[in-house]
């Protein structure tokens, strides 16, 4: 099977840098995603890694570890607007049988 | 273009009702998703299509049925809803488009 794990919670001030890890378990590894949900709201796509390294996107960053089953996003210059929850999700491919499957997410509170 | 829709966006059933969730995307994507949320569950696959004609079991199948008979729509079903099957549904066409979600209650 698959196991997904990062926090529960974390906590952040504005304008300082945040990093939100996610470790996974899987056969069948096949990329893993970010994504932001703010609350009430679907998820919104943030960032794919597939490759090991480092995938820069304005504030967002996003880093991939396959030896190690790990990643973890990383966020700049926080604002307020970045409150929300950050899904971690890893693609499993097995026997013809693709599908994503998600970690329980990181809720960030941003203090003023 | 209207990207993912989902179609209601809320609805209350009394325990044993039936009804279908319809998901519809207007991106050709091969792949589609149907999910459920839960406070401090996260989301869990319910089942998803590679493509039309085609579905697969996620994570949790159990008491929901789908179809995908044509590449744009995927439908959810629920033959005789539960309590435990009140919940945030979310489709997801691709990896990266999600629908805004239907709230369901079962009472």
């Known amino acids: 099977g698959q196991n997904i794990d990062q926090p529960t919670e974390m906590t952040a001030t504005e304008g300082a840098i945040v990093q939100i890890n996610c470790t996974y378990q899987?056969?069948?590894?096949?990329?893993l995603f970010w994504y932001q949900q703010h609350a009430g709201e679907a998820p919104t796509f943030l960032s794919y890694?597939?490759?090991?390294g480092l995938e820069e996107k304005g504030r967002f960053s996003s880093f991939l570890s396959r030896s190690k089953g790990y990643s973890y996003l990383l966020l700049k210059e926080l604002q307020m607007k970045d409150s929300a929850s950050y899904l971690c999700?890893?693609?499993?491919?097995?026997?013809?049988?693709?599908?994503?499957?998600f970690g329980k997410g990181t809720r960030l509170h941003i203090l003023p | 273009n209207a990207g993912v829709t989902q179609t209601p966006k809320f609805r209350v059933l009394k325990t044993g009702q039936s009804m279908t969730l319809l998901c519809a995307q207007d991106?050709?994507?091969?792949?589609m998703y149907w999910y459920r949320q839960d406070p401090g569950m996260g989301l869990r696959l319910i089942h998803y299509?590679?493509?039309?004609?085609?579905?697969a079991k996620g994570e949790v199948p159990d008491g929901y049925n789908v179809s995908r008979l044509k590449k744009q729509n995927f439908l959810l079903g629920l033959e005789s809803a539960a309590p435990s099957q009140t919940s945030v549904y979310f489709c997801?066409?691709?990896?990266?488009?999600f629908g805004p979600g239907t709230r369901l209650t079962v009472t």
């Open positions: 890694n597939v490759l090991d």
């Open positions: 299509s590679v493509g039309e004609g085609t579905t």
């Open positions: 999700a890893v693609r499993d491919w097995r026997n013809r049988d693709d599908k994503i499957i």
């Open positions: 899987t056969s069948g590894f096949n990329g």
């Open positions: 991106m050709n994507h091969e792949y």
């Open positions: 997801a066409s691709g990896e990266q488009y």
